[in-house]
Every structure is written in structure tokens, then in C-alpha cells.
């Protein structure tokens, strides 16, 4: 007789008390199904449906142009994929900025048709509203502060966010009033590591950093740089555990040299 063994879905509440008894978060990007089962089966506790496939995905310069039907798509993927892990979902440009009513509806959407969990906005003060809207609708939502690429144009560089003094206080008067919103966590992103461990030492609720030092409740890395499919981006706060781009480019070589030589298929390769 065969014995079924009920896998523990992470939740908001499994993320709060990893922060309170100091259990860091691990947490990867995800934009398919197949990826998506290998993350869940290596133990990921969350796993979030980037806008950054507009740019790993579908080779575009900024996170911009990707649409709240393509963000849905791929969070579809990822659900179907993800037996343990929780799924987050970015909202993407233009859904939620403004307009708090849009911002509910967008929410909605993703949630309804995709089946994820919760999702993630990026700003602080200026989207409170929104947060409030989608939250008293029974929607999680995590929040992103420091570098937040959906405003690359406004910033006009990638560089390392909140290093004077103004910008940091600001940044942690967001923090606060996003807690104070509801949000369940916060992403911090490419911001100095003193400044981080102050923010997350000041907030009950998880923070997650990405090139914002040790001391935040989790961490979060773009999959396609962390496993080097992204070939020649390598800033100082990620560290790549495999090259697959070389992998994979070896491999593809072969394969077009064995067609070439009519050595694929051999006699074992064949019906």
C-alpha cells in the first residue's frame, strides 16, 4: 500500500515566522513550468514570476514593455510547477501606477487566471493606496524599494540606490509606511548593506534582498544569472553556481557537428 505524503504549501504566515526564529528565505525567479518544478523540488521557499522575463525571456532592454497578459502567462506556468514553493507575480508597468481602481482590477486579474499566491509592486508612498485597495480584497502583496527597474528611465542608471542620506531616509520611511499598508515583505533592492540591516532590523515583516548585503530575512537572484544563461552580465552581488550558456553552447555544437557527420541517430537511435 502506497503511502501519500501531503507537501506543505510555504505561505505568507511560513514566511513571517522564518524571520522571527531567524530561518533565512531563499527565493528565485521562475517563468516556465520546467523550471519552475526543478526550483520547487530543490527546496525554494518562494519563487516569483519577474518582469524581468521582458528582459531574460524576451530580450527586451528594460522591464517596460512586458503586459499584464504575459505576466499572467508565465505565472500560469510557474504554478502549474510549484507544488511547495509560494509564487509571486509581479504586477507590471503601466497595470497599477496612478490609479488605484486599475490597480485592484490588475491584481485581480493576475490572481484569478494565474493562481498565484500573492504579488509584488514596486514603490513606496506614492502606491500605498494601491496596496490598500488590492490587500482589503484579500490579496498579499510584497513590496520593492531601492532599485526598482520599472522606473530605470526616471533613475537613468542602474547604480547602487540610497547612498546619500536623503534618498536613504526616505527609503526607510517607505519601508515603514509599506508595513503599515500590509504588505507581508518587502524586496530590497541593490541598496548599501548597512542601510538594509537597519530597514529589516526595523520591520516585523521579511525582507528580501537582491545586492543589498547579508543581513535581509531572504534573498532573491534572476535564475538566468544564476545558473549563466545571461552571458556577460556579472555584477558583484551575484554569484553564478553553474555556466549553462557554455553548457548548453557545447552541447549544441556537438549535436549540429553529429547531424553534419551523420553520426545522429545511430543504430541504437532508431526504430
Request: some cysteine; glycine content about 8%.
Given at each position: 500500500m502506497s503511502v501519500h505524503?501531503?507537501?506543505?504549501?510555504?505561505?505568507?504566515?511560513?514566511?513571517?515566522?522564518?524571520?522571527?526564529?531567524?530561518?533565512?528565505?531563499?527565493?528565485?525567479?521562475?517563468?516556465?513550468?520546467?523550471?519552475?518544478?526543478?526550483?520547487?523540488?530543490?527546496?525554494?521557499?518562494?519563487?516569483?514570476?519577474?518582469?524581468?522575463?521582458?528582459?531574460?525571456?524576451?530580450?527586451?532592454?528594460?522591464?517596460?514593455?512586458?503586459?499584464?497578459?504575459?505576466?499572467?502567462?508565465?505565472?500560469?506556468?510557474?504554478?502549474?510547477?510549484?507544488?511547495?514553493?509560494?509564487?509571486?507575480?509581479?504586477?507590471?508597468?503601466?497595470?497599477?501606477?496612478?490609479?488605484?481602481?486599475?490597480?485592484?482590477?490588475?491584481?485581480?486579474?493576475?490572481?484569478k487566471e494565474s493562481g498565484a499566491h500573492g504579488i509584488k509592486l514596486e514603490g513606496g508612498t506614492e502606491i500605498v493606496d494601491s496596496i490598500q485597495r488590492i490587500i482589503t480584497a484579500g490579496i498579499p502583496v510584497?513590496?520593492?524599494?531601492?532599485?526598482?527597474?520599472?522606473?530605470?528611465?526616471?533613475?537613468?542608471?542602474?547604480?547602487v540606490r540610497a547612498k546619500d542620506e536623503q534618498e536613504a531616509e526616505k527609503l526607510k520611511s517607505d519601508a515603514l509606511a509599506l508595513q503599515e499598508a500590509g504588505c507581508f515583505g518587502l524586496v530590497l533592492e541593490k541598496i548599501p548593506a548597512a542601510l538594509a540591516k537597519e530597514v529589516t532590523d526595523s520591520l516585523h515583516i521579511p525582507t528580501i534582498g537582491i545586492g543589498a548585503g547579508p543581513h535581509?530575512?531572504?534573498?532573491?537572484?534572476?535564475?538566468?544569472?544564476?545558473?549563466?544563461?545571461?552571458?556577460?552580465?556579472?555584477?558583484?552581488f551575484l554569484r553564478q553556481y553553474i555556466n549553462l550558456y557554455e553548457g548548453i553552447l557545447d552541447a549544441a555544437k556537438s549535436y549540429v557537428s553529429d547531424v553534419k557527420a551523420n553520426d545522429f541517430p545511430n543504430e541504437k537511435e532508431q526504430y
Open positions: 505524503k501531503e507537501v506543505k504549501r510555504i505561505t505568507t504566515r511560513s514566511l513571517q515566522e522564518m524571520k522571527q526564529r531567524g530561518e533565512k528565505i531563499s527565493m528565485l525567479t521562475a517563468y516556465d513550468y520546467s523550471m519552475a518544478t526543478v526550483l520547487d523540488d530543490a527546496g525554494l521557499d518562494v519563487l516569483l514570476v519577474g518582469d524581468s522575463a521582458s528582459n531574460v525571456m524576451a530580450g527586451h532592454e528594460t522591464t517596460l514593455p512586458i503586459t499584464l497578459d504575459q505576466m499572467i502567462y508565465h505565472a500560469q506556468s510557474v504554478v502549474r510547477g510549484a507544488n511547495r514553493a509560494l509564487v509571486l507575480a509581479d504586477l507590471p508597468f503601466g497595470s497599477y501606477q496612478g490609479n488605484s481602481k486599475e490597480a485592484l482590477a490588475s491584481a485581480i486579474r493576475m490572481m510584497m513590496g520593492h524599494l531601492g532599485l526598482t527597474p520599472q522606473s530605470i528611465y526616471k533613475f537613468g542608471t542602474y547604480t535581509c530575512d531572504g534573498q532573491v537572484l534572476v535564475v538566468n544569472d544564476m545558473i549563466g544563461l545571461t552571458k556577460g552580465f556579472k555584477p558583484r
